[in-house]
């Protein structure tokens, strides 16, 4: 045999041996879960587009089957984009294909999305029995997960096609349901389904313009009633993200409960438009429907009294308080037969590092992530943009440059960022570092799409600021956003955007009742998922949870329902401070802030008492003419503060007053419940009984309240709080008292 001939065999079989060990090692490596992004999907048919996703993979897999083996989640709808399990190299071979944006591992996956319900200690099951987790929520076992309670959404319309709307698994629609499924454009019957069971539009005052901008049906082209709605009552839906970030499982509070659409808002060319007449229509229907609850993450500038023939029909009515906080009377929808809900911020961060050329590293917030072709983040060079108005960027080259840009004004975000951001892009900027009073709204930064946009406070405004000017050439690195929940993350606050009280329509009726979660909260828009802050998304929360009380407690009034989130509500942090709210500057919130607290669902279902209130007593109080289409101007025959609501508010307070309470056991038939009373400064407080005792034929007590003035002062309003209270339960109202000694006058020198 030649041995040279034999050589060249040796190695030519070496050289297969290895070959085909590298290729296994590439097949057969660690595993584990990507998000591949393509952007904008190519196909009008969703099949087409998921067959596009098996025949991509297919192509670095080696096979269809080992595609279809390995594909998770097909993103179709709304963008399009795929979930996989798949070795490193595999991942590395997909974002090296010309039509990929980004391939991103899974490393959020503790996010789980709608971070807010397990903040709120409703703890979905979703893991294996052999992994640490926590049980199920026993509110949510105990309501069947809201099953078959309706919730009616007084939005933009909806999505059906997003997955949290899924009707997998429902039994038939509830036979007291009478509603109908409107047809219209791109509406069909078979958009309602046994999880939306209703919907209804009213387009009535939109221009012909306006008109030809929407779809004129129940179908959402703004997104808004899509997130809200989602939020409430959204089913389970697993391998939810925003391009890879925040990979969880997405659910709505009340994740069986049904849905009944009613669209009242329209997008124009300016903004979301709103018309009282289409809302006292829709409240109209929705009494004849047979709603259980109505949530209205909106703002009137009028109290439709609509609400008020809906709670008497035995509805609970949910209301935003509105976005224009953090000024004082500012606050919307304050009548006294509705709960209006305030936001608060959760545990959790989206931290991003900003190295500078230094090596200083500042960190700030944002949903930065990095596309598929830049396998770790660069550094750029920095410019200082000043507020990066268009007067203040001209002349200065921004192109490919990180622009940092300080704020002149304090307020909120979106009134800020949108022509800032505007201004950066068009100069063709890689990224920008906006320096803010501290606040974390990153939903502001939606039109970035894809360029670096990081917020920050004005003390790492100034840093960075000090730091460029100190460079003949200045340069920046910023990383992609990380993750934080839990602790690490002081919370709940209140946003600084939440409408603030006292009321200026109804200053005896102390508002807002409730705080709940509303700030970068992430739920269905489209076929996809985003974020998105404001009283619009805490609305949905409180609706949510009541549809869980509902379920429990399917005979209490609203009344009773409101008394029970307020009464059990949190005034404090994770560490047991006082509740935080953001302001100019932060200060300690009060109960114009946040009402009765941050909402506690666990505890409002076993409250022990409740302030239940005969919904005819709201005629005695305020007198208006109940017109089916009338809003009136309302005249208060006698003080809101007599009405037996789980607050008081007394505006002007010169003298000695009582003011009588009382509360219904719900709770053991035998109970016995002590008081403890919290004086506002400057106010002494006493209840007469101090001591409440029930049994099966005392299950209503009343009390009385004496408020007394200890100054003779043209003061401010002061907050204190009564609490009964025993070994099982605390039932506590907020108080807010301001002592006058003569007429209301202009507290402006």
């Known amino acids: 045999m030649d041995f040279h001939s034999s050589r060249r065999r040796f190695s030519a079989c070496l050289l297969f041996c290895l070959c085909l060990m590298i290729s296994i090692s590439r097949a057969y490596g660690t595993q584990k879960l990507y998000i591949v992004y393509l952007g904008e999907k190519k196909h009008d048919d969703a099949a087409l587009v998921t067959a596009s996703h098996h025949d991509m993979l297919s192509t670095i897999l080696g096979s269809k089957e080992e595609a279809l083996a390995s594909i998770t989640y097909s993103y179709k709808h709304g ?14 071979d997909l974002a090296d294909l010309p039509e990929v944006i980004s391939v991103t ?15 709120l200690g409703l703890n979905l099951d979703q893991q294996p029995p052999n992994l640490d987790h926590q049980p199920p929520n026993k509110l949510l076992q105990r309501s069947k997960y809201g099953e078959d309670v309706i919730i009616g959404i007084f939005d933009t319309g909806i999505w059906p096609e997003s997955r949290s709307f899924s009707d997998h698994g429902y039994g038939p629609i509830p036979s007291r349901w009478k509603g109908v499924c409107q047809l219209g454009q791109a509406w069909e019957g078979t958009n309602c389904s046994r999880k ?14 306006d008109q030809e901008a929407n779809y004129m049906s129940p179908r959402d082209i703004n997104g808004h009633g899509t997130h809200t709605a989602s939020t409430a009552a959204g089913a389970v839906v697993e391998g939810v993200s925003l391009h890879g970030l925040g990979v969880g499982v997405a659910r709505g509070g009340a994740p069986r409960a049904r849905i009944a659409v009613y669209k009242v808002a329209w997008q124009t060319t300016k903004r979301v438009q709103l018309s009282s007449i289409a809302v006292l229509a829709a409240l109209d229907d929705a009494i004849h429907d047979g709603v259980d609850i ?77 596309l598929k072709n830049e396998s770790s983040s660069e550094f750029k060079p920095l410019v200082h943009g000043g507020s990066c108005s268009g007067e203040a960027l001209n002349g200065t080259i921004i192109n490919g440059k990180v622009v940092l840009c300080i704020a002149e004004n304090f307020g909120p975000t979106q009134d800020i960022l949108p022509d800032v951001i505007t201004n950066v892009k068009s100069g063709g900027a890689f990224g920008a570092i906006f320096a803010l009073y501290t606040i974390d709204v990153l939903s502001s930064t939606d039109d970035c799409l894809g360029m670096a946009c990081v917020i920050v ?40 955007f939440s409408s603030r009280g006292p009321s200026v329509k109804y200053p005896t009726v102390l508002k807002p009742d409730i705080a709940a979660p509303g700030v970068n909260i992430l739920a269905a828009i489209g076929d996809g998922y985003g974020f998105d802050s404001g009283n619009s998304m805490s609305t949905p929360h409180v609706a949510g949870i009541v549809a869980l009380l509902k379920a429990v407690h399917p005979h209490w009034s609203h009344a009773a329902l409101k008394s029970a989130i307020v009464t059990t509500a949190s005034t404090k942090d994770e560490y047991g401070n006082p509740m935080l709210a953001e302001a100019l500057p932060r200060k300690v919130a009060d109960p114009f802030d946040y009402g009765g607290g941050n909402i506690n669902p666990n505890a409002a279902v076993d409250p022990g008492l409740v302030y239940d209130i005969d919904p005819r007593d709201y005629n005695k109080f305020f007198a208006c003419n109940m017109q089916k289409y009338k809003i009136c101007n309302i005249t208060t025959t006698l003080p809101g503060y007599h009405l037996n609501l789980p607050s008081i508010a007394i505006p002007e307070l010169r003298r000695p007053i009582k003011v009588q309470r009382a509360v219904t056991n719900v709770g053991n038939v035998d109970a016995v419940y002590q008081s403890d009373i919290q004086s506002p ?68 020198a």
């Open 79 to 92: 963008f399009s984009g795929f979930a996989a399990m798949l070795t490193d190299d595999q991942a590395q």
């Open 294 to 370: 109505l949530c209205l993450p909106i703002v009137l500038n009028d109290d439709s009294f609509g609400a008020l023939h809906a709670v008497q029909k035995g509805i609970t009515v949910v209301y935003g308080a509105g976005n224009s906080g953090p000024r004082p009377q500012v606050i919307s929808n304050t009548a006294p037969w509705v709960i209006t809900v305030a936001a608060t911020k959760i545990d959790r961060s989206f931290p991003t590092a900003i190295t500078l050329g230094n090596n200083q590293t500042l960190v700030g917030q944002s949903l930065y992530y990095l």
């Open 105 to 119: 591992p899974n490393q959020n996956h503790e996010l789980m999305t709608t971070r807010s319900w397990d903040f």
């Open 681 to 748: 400064i400057g106010v002494k407080i006493k209840v007469d009984p101090p001591s409440l005792v029930f049994n099966a034929t005392q299950k209503v007590h009343s009390f009385k309240v004496s408020i007394t003035p200890l100054w003779k002062v043209q003061g401010d309003y002061t907050f204190g709080s009564l609490t009964w209270h025993n070994e099982h339960h605390s039932v506590r109202i907020p108080i807010a008292v301001r002592i006058t000694i003569q007429d209301f006058y202009a507290d402006v």
């Open 457 to 496: 406070d004005i003390d790492i405004g100034f840093q960075a600021a000090t730091y460029i000017g100190s460079q003949r050439l200045p340069i920046v690195k910023i990383e992609p956003a990380r993750n934080i929940t839990g602790k690490q993350v002081p919370a709940p606050k209140v946003a600084f």
């Open 196 to 209: 939306i069971i209703g919907a209804r539009y009213y387009p009535a005052g939109l221009d012909k313009a």
